[in-house]
């Protein structure tokens, strides 16, 4: 079974900016997809971000396009959400994803995290 934890939520102001993390265990690290999904008060969760079990390609929203970066790191079975330029609209619990299967664009989710808050104020 895959355990995902995230790190880096927290509170911020609008064009700051913040990283979460993702640790993962329980299976080789490099077989996983990986990704970030997100759920605003009210709303449906929405995908954010993906990338491919090498790194070599990612997907993003149109939302955050151009803003966040997806990366991760084999050795430390780690996956990254870099967040610039945060807005208000940004504000939302952030979920690690895994997947054991990956199309190139968007994630299923095999695999959930327990979620981090993020919190932009304006």
């Known amino acids: 079974q895959v355990q995902l934890v995230e790190f880096g939520g927290g509170l911020v102001q609008a064009g700051d900016s913040l990283r979460l993390s993702c640790v993962a265990s329980g299976r080789t690290f490099t077989s996983l997809a990986m990704g970030w999904f997100r759920q605003a008060p009210g709303k449906e969760r929405e995908f954010v971000a993906a990338i491919s079990f090498s790194g070599a390609s990612t997907y993003y929203a149109d939302s955050v396009k151009g803003r966040f970066t997806i990366s991760r790191d084999d050795v430390k079975n780690t996956v990254y959400l870099q967040m610039n330029s945060l807005k208000p609209e940004d504000t939302a619990v952030y979920y690690c994803?895994?997947?054991?299967?990956?199309?190139?664009?968007?994630?299923?989710?095999?695999?959930w995290g327990q979620g981090t808050q993020v919190t932009v104020s304006s």
């Open positions: 994803a895994a997947d054991r299967y990956y199309s190139g664009t968007y994630l299923v989710g095999d695999y």
